[in-house]
């Protein structure tokens, strides 16, 4: 039973901590979204430098770390300073798949993954899949010409537009929603038949949406075993909430510190508005609060590589509250704020969204609870 | 960062359950997991048996008999009663009193009183709470006043719990009236017997005489029984507010309660299935679990950070809230889960005698109240209120 990091996570904290305080500007975010800007290349750039998305990978995968408490503390500190560089869509997910199901050719890879200089997407979700990692109807036909056609639709690819490679998921057997019959592929995004159309997200990150139209690839584009990528998927998309929820926790860690700057700061009545019990009582929750999410993240970093049934139980739970927390502290950093909360110039509005569209990544509130029930009666 | 426990804290749980599965008689064990009424000689029974492994005073100095237990230590030995549904310690002589002796109480003081406390020759009760001074504490009325070797006390303390069994009370007594109220208080040590001590039981919302009224009429008390300096008794009674709270998230009694609450909810058919296949009632259930599963790991966050020395401030109070409305929404739900079964009122039930209605679950009687006396959970020790004030003052300095 330990809760204090070791001195390496401590130095990684601090580093990556230091380096966004004196290098992440809100104003500067907020210029690039205004110009169209997926992200701040230099910045990508410098994150790889410091060896950030190494930190996300273990030393056999060719990373340094790579453990449950170093995606949390990683994350952690990215949503802290609001970061939208594409950690989660291409080292965390991408990088992710790849080093779980790729062989020695494709792996290769990764090491591009780590420096920053390639960047991947998980082309998964589809329209009306909602948050069911099963429901896949794209397909994976094979011709007669030692080819594999994919044909379908893939929404929300996060870093969609950016990534010179696309992780595809398609189905090679089986009906929709079943697990068996997924197939990975890897795929480059200037193939013909595939069309990237490129949209913002609410919370100021890059995303698409992918067509394949009988877009062909060889057998040696496939990710491991025809047919059997479910569990890499599933595994893969644990360690991307635990990324969330992390980001989550240090988005409501800047939001708490921000209300708790105002309400010493604001005066109102002649008096700064903290001194008001209303207040102070709803700030109390939030304080408390603030700590469950914490723990619920740690509960989750801690059980990342136990046995399947005890992991998805803590990702489902740790996700559930992630959701309720984040909602309320971010409804109540507004509340407390009052009108300049809800304004696009103050850096509490985008922590704020950013808590609140967590939710709907790799599913929500309500998704989880009644994933952990259907969990919790599997285990009985 | 780990999630384990070490080799040694997992042996000393093993060994705390090889000692409560031979230690711990049935005949109190299925009282407390019915949610029975303990009497004073059954929980007298429970500390002679503690008391005889030298696990009675676990925060105690092994100088004075106790185990010298660290804060994590007692966690594991926490969690293992409430699972084994041991009977809870009576923690007001043990936990309350002592701790302050230990750090303020005069060397007579404690190789009297503390040896006393482990044997069982004395059972101590609180006089903190008056009908005026309820959370805010510092407000106490109750006089004494200096006359030669003695203290002379009137005055009205309220809340005693378990009052009635008690032969000693520690107070919090006004011993000066003319500075501002924190800096006039006293505690002090009085003897039930003496003259002019009286006691009412107050019967509570769940039907049980749990607390009680104790008036003191010229009560004379000695001046050895001051315990530390004339008007410093705040500071005392802050002390035990900072240092004596890692159990106060009721992290035991919740994962004992969760566990019951699943049996029953699978056991208790509604329209034609398990209750615990209610979406509604299943959502309830799984949301808990889920706060509880958090809450476990906060507390321990908290615990073993006491562990390392660091004293926690406002953590305490961020436990007590979140660890109340944890286990009040569990007595809630275990409330529900009885339905109708839950509206029978059997004291006799509830003393130790015999279910006497057909069919009747034998967990339903206790279910409603026990919730009902789970209320007060969050209006003692700083009601809620008063803790999200410390949290708060904590932070924003203001």
């Not at chain 1, 584009?221 to 926790?249: K, N, Q």
Request: glycine share 8%.
């Amino acid at each position: 039973m330990d809760f204090t990091l070791t001195d390496d996570r401590v130095m990684l904290q601090d580093m990556l901590r230091r380096f966004l305080r004196e290098n992440y500007d809100h104003e500067k975010r907020r210029a690039l979204l205004a110009r169209g800007e997926a992200f701040d290349h230099a910045i990508w750039g410098q994150l790889a430098e410091l060896g950030i998305p190494g930190a996300l990978f273990t030393e056999a995968q060719g990373g340094f770390a790579g453990a449950g408490f170093d995606i949390a503390l990683v994350f952690e500190e990215l949503g802290r300073a609001g970061v939208i560089e594409p950690l989660l869509s291409s080292a965390v997910l991408g990088g992710g798949l790849l080093a779980a199901l790729g062989d020695d050719s494709q792996n290769a890879m990764v090491a591009e993954v780590i420096t920053g200089e390639a960047l991947l997407a998980f082309a998964h979700t589809e329209p009306g899949a909602r948050y069911d990692l099963s429901a896949v109807r794209a397909t994976a036909k094979a011709t007669t010409t030692d080819g594999i056609v994919l044909s379908g639709t893939k929404t929300h690819v996060l870093g969609g537009a950016e990534a010179q490679t696309l992780i595809v998921s398609a189905r090679e057997a089986g009906a929709d929603h079943d697990r068996e019959g997924i197939s990975l592929f890897l795929l480059p995004a200037a193939t013909a038949g595939v069309t990237v159309a490129q949209h913002v997200t609410i919370d100021g990150f890059s995303a698409a949406t992918v067509t394949l139209a009988d877009v062909v690839v060889p057998p040696s584009a496939r990710l491991g075993a025809a047919g059997a990528a479910y569990d890499a998927i599933e595994t893969v998309t644990a360690r991307a909430t635990l990324a969330v929820s992390a980001e989550a926790l240090g988005a409501m860690e800047s939001a708490k510190a921000m209300t708790i700057s105002y309400l010493k700061e604001r005066q109102q009545f002649g008096r700064p508005i903290g001194k008001f019990q209303a207040l102070q009582h709803r700030m109390a929750d939030v304080l408390t609060e603030v700590e469950q999410a914490r723990s619920a993240v740690v509960n989750l970093a801690g059980h990342l590589e136990a046995p399947r049934a005890l992991r998805e139980r803590n990702v489902s739970a740790t996700k559930n509250l992630i959701g309720r927390v984040g909602a309320l502290v971010a409804e109540e950093a507004v509340q407390l704020h009052g009108g300049i909360g809800m304004t696009d110039e103050y850096a509490l509005s985008h922590f704020v969204r950013r808590i609140v569209m967590i939710d709907h990544l790799f599913g929500d509130v309500d998704h989880h609870l009644e994933r952990f029930i259907q969990l919790g009666q599997e285990a009985a | 960062m780990d999630l384990n426990y070490t080799p040694a804290q997992q042996a000393f749980r093993t060994e705390v359950r090889d000692f409560l599965a031979t230690a711990l008689p049935k005949r109190l064990s299925d009282k407390v997991r019915l949610g029975k009424r303990l009497s004073k000689a059954e929980m007298e029974e429970w500390h002679a048996i503690l008391n005889a492994r030298g696990w009675l005073a676990p925060n105690w100095p092994a100088a004075y008999g106790g185990a010298e237990w660290d804060a994590v230590q007692r966690q594991i030995f926490e969690e293992e009663a409430c699972l084994a549904h041991a009977p809870r310690v009576v923690p007001f002589g043990l936990m309350m009193l002592a701790p302050v002796l230990l750090a303020f109480g005069s060397e007579a003081q404690k190789q009297h009183y503390l040896p006393r406390i482990l044997n069982g020759d004395d059972w101590w009760c609180q006089g903190y709470s008056e009908p005026g001074a309820g959370s805010d504490l510092a407000s106490v009325r109750t006089r004494a006043v200096r006359d030669g070797s003695h203290f002379v006390v009137n005055g009205q303390k309220t809340w005693t719990t378990l009052g009635q069994h008690a032969n000693w009370i520690f107070c919090l007594v006004r011993t000066d009236p003319d500075c501002k109220p924190q800096a006039g208080i006293s505690f002090l040590l009085i003897d039930m017997d003496s003259p002019g001590v009286k006691l009412r039981p107050i019967t509570l919302i769940d039907g049980e005489a749990e607390v009680n009224e104790v008036f003191f009429d010229d009560v004379r008390v000695p001046v050895e029984n001051l315990v530390g300096e004339e008007n410093k008794g705040w500071t005392y009674a802050k002390y035990l507010l900072t240092h004596e709270r890692t159990n106060i998230a009721g992290v035991g009694f919740s994962n004992a309660a969760l566990t019951t609450l699943k049996r029953v909810a699978a056991a208790t058919m509604s329209g034609g299935r398990p209750l615990a296949e209610n979406p509604h009632f299943a959502a309830r259930m799984a949301q808990v679990e889920i706060d509880l599963m958090a809450m476990r790991t906060t507390n321990l966050r908290v615990v073993s950070a006491a562990a390392r020395g660091q004293a926690p401030g406002a953590e305490s109070s961020m436990l007590k809230v979140k660890g109340t409305q944890i286990r009040q929404e569990l007595t809630s739900l275990l409330r529900r889960a009885a339905g109708p079964d839950a509206l029978p009122f059997l004291p006799e039930y509830l003393d130790g005698g015999d279910n006497q209605i057909t069919d009747l679950p034998d967990h339903a009687p206790a279910t409603a109240p026990g919730y009902f006396n789970m209320r007060k959970l969050s209006i003692f020790g700083g009601s809620n209120e008063i803790q999200r004030g410390i949290i708060t003052k904590a932070i924003l300095e203001l």
